[in-house]
């Protein structure tokens, strides 16, 4: 069973920098896929960035143009997220998810495709 658990949440100040991690537990291949997601309060849950199975990194469109960047590890059992010139809509509780299904760059951001998820973390914007 995947366990995921993610770290570095809480309140950071507007125009600041976020970094979160997740640790990943219960991954039997280093081909899972992998992905951050974010609830913000009121609105659908929005795909960040993810690892694909091949290891491509994708971003999703709230962290294009330099706002944000994603990492992991090769053993699939650590996933980074850094957002970057911090806005109050950047508030929300912030997932990490696994899957051992082979996602590529046009659904790695679907969160239907996610078996495993973290229990999340509330981080608060405040300006």
């Known amino acids: 069973q995947v366990h995921l658990v993610e770290s570095g949440g809480g309140s950071v100040p507007a125009g600041g920098t976020l970094k979160l991690s997740c640790s990943v537990s219960?991954?039997?291949?280093?081909?899972?896929?992998m992905a951050w997601f974010r609830q913000a309060p009121g609105k659908e849950r929005e795909g960040l960035g993810g690892?694909?199975?091949?290891?491509?990194?994708?971003l999703g469109d709230s962290l294009q143009k330099g706002r944000g960047a994603i990492g992991g590890n090769d053993a699939r059992t650590s996933l980074y997220l850094q957002v970057n010139r911090l806005t109050p809509e950047d508030t929300g509780v912030y997932f990490c998810?696994?899957?051992?299904?082979?996602?590529?760059?046009?659904?790695?951001?679907?969160?239907?495709?996610?078996?495993?998820w973290g229990q999340g973390t509330q981080v608060t914007v405040s300006s």
């Open positions: 219960g991954v039997t291949s280093s081909t899972y896929s």
């Open positions: 690892i694909t199975t091949d290891g491509t990194l994708i």
């Open positions: 998810a696994a899957t051992p299904s082979r996602l590529w760059p046009w659904n790695i951001l679907q969160q239907e495709q996610y078996s495993s």
